[in-house]
C-alpha cells in the first residue's frame, strides 16, 4: 500500500540527440554534483555555471525541466485552458456568434495532442537551452547512488564534487484507502496518460492543483463528485472562497465535505468511493477516482548521508539549502514546503551562490499564489478576516461591490462574459491596513490578472499605500481595477470600504 502502488506513467518518446548530453569526468573534483535536472536542480546547475562553477547534472528521466513538463504545471495550464474555452463555448453557445458544443467532450485526445507537443518541442527546448545557452554539462537515464557527502556512483562509476545538490522532487502521496490500487485510481501523473475516456469522476482531496483538473473535468462533461476531509479552500478569502465554490455548483460540481473515506469499491476496476457524512454512509459510483490527496518529497536518496528528515519525508534545510551536513543542499520540493515553482528555481540559484562563496538566504517575501477552477484564483498577503485578526480594523475596496450584480472586472477575456453572464465575470478585493493606508492583501477571480500577482507583493513588503498606488498608470480596461479603484479612494482622509 502507500507510495509502492504501481503508476501508470504517461510514456514518452523523447530521447535527446547525444551531442546534447555530456560525459561527466572520473579524474576531477566538481564544485558541484546535481541529482535531478528538474526545475531547481536545472536552475541551479544554470546559476553555478553562470557564476563560472563547474558541475554535472545527473537526470534519472528522460528530459531536463523534471516533472513540471511532463505531468505538472504545463499539462494542468493545458488542460485549465481547455476547460476554459469549453466553459464559455457552453455558456455563450448559441448567442451572439458562438456555436453550441456537445455536452460530452472527450479528454484523451486532448492529453495526447499534449504529450505529441511535449515530445517535440519542450523537451527539445529543455535539452537545447541548457546545454547550448546554459552550458549545464548533464546526462540524461542516470539514476545517482550516494555513497558519500562528496561522491555519487552512476552506472557503478564513482564522481566526485565539493558539494552535493539534491534536487529529487515530490511524488504524489497517496492515502492509505482500502482499493487505492485499484485499475482507474489516478493520480495527476497517470492522467496524462489516459487512454479511455472517464464518465464520473470521484476527486479525492481539493489541493491548489486538483481545483484546476476538478473543474476540467466537468467541462469535458463528466459527472464530477468532490470528496475532502475538511472544508475546501479553508486558505481562500471568505467572499473569495463564497464566490469560487458557488460557481462549481452551479457548473454541476458535487461537494462533500467533512467526510471520511471508507473504501474504493471494485473487482479489476474502480466502480464506487465509499464515505461517511454526516454519520451516514455513503456510495458515488464512478469509473475513475482522482486522488489530490498532496505530495511527498523524494528524499530516500539522501539515506546513506543520515541527514535530518522532516516530518513529511522533506530534507531539513536552513535558509541556504543547507542540509545537516553543510556542503549536501537540498533544493525544490526534496526541502519540503512551499511546493511552488518559484521556491524550486530560488532554491537552486541560492544553493549555487552559497557554493560559490556568495553567502545567501532565501528572503523572506510574501509569496503569491494561484489556482484554478474554471477561474484563474490569484492571490497574495492577508484575507480579510485575517486583517481584522491582526490590526483590528481593515478596509476593503472591492468591485463589484456586494449585492450588485454587473459585469466587472471589465477586460480582456471577462469583456463577453460581463455582458452575457454579469455575474459569472469575476471578482475582486485589495484588504488595506487603515492607519497606515498600506495594502495587506489582494485578491482576484477573473481572468488575465495573474502577471500582476508576481509584483503586487514586492510592492506589498516594501509598504505599497493607497496613496502611492493611486498615482500609477492602468492600462485601461484592465483586468484587475486595484489602481483606478484605489484612485477613488485615496482621498479620503479617514478611509472607507468602497
Ligand atoms: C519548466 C521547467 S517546464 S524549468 O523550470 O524551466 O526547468
Known sequence: MGNKRLYWPAKSNYIPPASSTSIPKKDFVYDAIFIGGGAAGRFGSAFLRAMGGTQFTFEADNHLGGQCCKHNCVPEHFAYDNSVYMDHLRWFGGQLWFPEIPDKLDMAPIFDVYRKVRDTNVYQFMTDQSKGQL????????????????????????????????ATGARPRIPNIPGINLKGVITHQELVGIDYEPQKIVVIGQGKTSSGYTSFFRSCGCEVTVVNRSPIYRWLDDDVREFVISNMKRRGIKIHEGVKIKEIKGVEKVE???????????????DTVFLGTGVVPNSEIASPLGVEIGPNNEIVVNKKFQSSIPNVYAIGDTAGLPYVMSKARQSGMIAAKNIMGEETEMMDRTIPEFMFTTYEITWCGLTEKECREKYGDAVIIKMPPDKLDIGLPLAERSMVMAHLHPEMSGFQKAIIEPKSRRFVGFWHVGYGAKAAFQYLPVLMDKGLTVDEMATFHELFLNAEHFIQLTRLRAGQKNLSNL
Request: some cysteine; charged content about 35%; aromatic content about 8%.
Open 135 to 166: 552550458g549545464i554539462e548533464f546526462a540524461v537515464y542516470k539514476e545517482a547512488k550516494i555513497i558519500d557527502a562528496n561522491t555519487v556512483e552512476v552506472d557503478g562509476e564513482r564522481y566526485r564534487a565539493k558539494n552535493l545538490v539534491i
Open 272 to 286: 464506487a468511493v465509499v464515505f461517511e457524512e454526516d454519520g451516514k454512509l455513503k456510495e458515488v459510483p464512478c
